[in-house]
Structure formats: C-alpha cells, structure tokens
C-alpha cells in the first residue's frame, strides 16, 4: 500500500511538472561575461508547482479510495510465501488529513569550478487502509526530483583547498 500511494503521489508530482510549460524553478543571472551572478527560487513557479503537486496527490488518492485497489489474499497473510497468491480482496483507502508538500534545495561540489544545485518536493501523504475488521494508517514521504542544474564557474589560477602535497617547479 506505501508502493501504491507513493507512486500516486510520484506520478502527480511528475505531471504537474511535465506540463510546467518550460518554466524553471530557478533563476540564474549572469554578467556581461557569461559568469553566474545570482541564483534565485522562482518563487511564483514554485508555489504554483507546490500546489498544483498538492491538489492532484490528493484527487489521485481519493480516486484510488473509490476504486479500492485489488489485492491477493496471500499478500494479507504476512506469509512471504504466500504474497502474490489466492483470490483478490479489494482494499478502500480513505485519504485522511491532507498532502502537504515542502520544497528542499541542496547546493554540492562538483569539482574545483562547478556546483550543482538540486530542488526536490518532499511530498508527505497518509492513507488510511479499511480492511474487513480492521484499519490501518500508512504515511509516505515522496521526493521528486523537480531541478538538477550544474553551474559552472571560472577556472581559477591557483587552487589552495587540496589534500595532495603541491610540487613546485623552480
């Protein structure tokens, strides 16, 4: 069911994104030279995206509770042996509370002259799994990867920050 809710949520994630029309989640400013002046969060996209993944996690959810999803009954039994194996049961989900999405950045080293710049969704879901007798809560968290850029900056002449022993030739 964690596997069912987060491929919902990824596939909401990916379409919204998708159909982003060629907008990017950041902006980057360049001199006259061509060098990387700034990097700023498109702040309007973003959130257009963040509630757009949202909405459409939370509709794909409550149409994945009206449908149910169909489940071998060996899968139920907690038996490895048995998952995948006898008759289906259907399983209604009942989205509960709502799909909060959060968006994370990460700047890395990439060699002496380049970063890379990462924005994910973190997309936080809970379900809740009506079986005959019983109910069970799952909560998943999503990431999806919405801007990978890898910026490149000047060669430097000289480069001080290395563990090697510098040889110097006379």
Not at 24 to 34: A, C, H, S, V
Not at 57 to 83: E, T, Y
């Amino acid at each position: 069911m964690s596997a069912i809710t987060s491929n919902a949520v990824r596939e909401a994630a990916l379409n919204v994104v998708s159909t982003a029309g060629g907008e990017t989640p950041e902006i980057i400013n360049y001199d006259e030279d061509g060098n990387v002046t700034s990097i700023r969060l498109n702040d309007v996209f973003v959130n257009k995206i963040v509630q757009q993944v949202g909405t459409e996690a939370q509709n794909r959810l409550a149409r994945l509770g009206i449908r149910g999803v169909d489940v071998p009954i060996g899968s139920l039994s907690g038996f490895v042996f048995l998952a995948g194996k006898g008759p289906l049961v259907n399983i209604k989900i009942i989205p509960i509370g709502s799909v909060s999405v959060r968006v994370n950045s990460v700047f890395s080293e990439r060699g002496i002259n380049q970063t890379n710049h990462k924005i994910y969704l973190s997309v936080n879901s809970n379900v809740n799994i009506v079986l005959p007798g019983a109910n069970d809560s799952i909560s998943t968290l999503t990431e999806v990867l919405i801007c990978d850029t890898v910026i490149v900056g000047k060669i430097p002449s000289v480069y001080l920050n290395s563990s090697s022993k510098l040889d110097f030739v006379p």
